[in-house]
């Protein structure tokens, strides 16, 4: 064999890609926990633009890489589906891309059955190869995010594709089956889908990850397609960024637990740099939100006239979202 031939099986071999043509265990019982009580509004109407705004305009588009910790980072990777997620009232875990899942008998895997009806908002489906092409993602060298390097090779060990819309993920570690599902979705960790049709593009990947390897500079300003109801329609560099509803035929409202969200059309989020002045614009009725995060908004500067006179309702709430665990050593 040529030796340039040798060269090149030697680099495929070692291509972090996800496995295909995996078996589906017999045996298996399948969880999806749609008879959870519902838990939106039913006189939730459709439409208006929700004006609020952010303190400087982000660095980067991209969800993963240098700059990407945005404060949009909730539209781009926090806030989208994932397989699963916590009811907010139960705690039990109930669906979004993924319509049931069964746990393996070695502690370290998760099968999914995902929605066949999901897309991407360009109106390309949501499929195994998403996933698949996740893994090789996350772990290229090219996104320049040692984070998820780093968690897609030593927590992930493999995912893996038993048909067009069934999957297995499988932990480096053996858990508990709480463990692994909030591995899976937590939602800061990244372990979602990745539009295979918009980055893949192997003209362009020389060190054969299957990554372009300009990946953060092609992709610094460019949005990619989304799975959630909102995607990224209008950015004036410097100024602000739309977000608009996918419609009222997203495809998350085939999902009981997505009836009555997302009701709002858009979202603009205008750059505002100073606090105070993005305050004043509030009270003025330019932005729709404002957070009074410190003891001083709250008791001091939101006892103006307007709030005095209801004008301005303010809100105390309280969540238990799961949160991520960071150890410094």
Partial sequence: MHKNTLLIAAVLAAIPFGSS???????????????????????????????????SFPQTLRSVGPDSNSGLRHYFMDGTPKLAARHPNTGNWIP??????????????????????????????????????????????DIVAPW???????????????DDYTIAIKSATKMSQEEL????????????????????????????DGIEDNFVRKFNFKAEPTTWAYYMSNVKKGKSVTFKHVGEDWWGYSNRYYKNRYNVEKVRLTVIRDSDIARKHFEKGDLDVFGLVLPSLWH???DSKPYRQGYIQKFWGYNQTAQALVVFG
Avoid at 44 to 51: D, E, I, P, S
Wanted: glycine share 6%; aromatic share 12%; net charge negative.
């Fill in 181 to 208: 599902m909030i591995q899976i979705n937590l939602p800061s960790n990244g372990l979602q889908p990745r539009p295979e049709h918009f980055f893949a593009n192997p003209k362009k990947d020389e060190n054969g």
């Fill in 21 to 55: 043509a995996s078996e589906l265990p017999s045996g298996l019982t399948w969880i999806s926990n749609m008879d959870e009580p519902l838990f939106a509004s039913e006189e939730a109407k459709f439409g208006g633009t929700l004006r609020t705004h952010m303190s």
């Fill in 96 to 141: 979004q891309l993924a319509e049931a899942w069964a746990y393996g008998d070695d502690n370290q895997t998760v099968y999914f059955k995902l929605n066949p009806k999901a897309k991407w908002s360009d109106g390309e489906n949501v499929d195994a190869d998403d996933y698949l092409f996740m893994l090789t993602y996350n772990r290229s060298k």
């Fill in 148 to 162: 998820y390097n780093d968690f897609f090779t030593n927590k992930i060990e493999d995912v893996s594709k038993i």
């Fill in 300 to 302: 001091e500067k939101a």
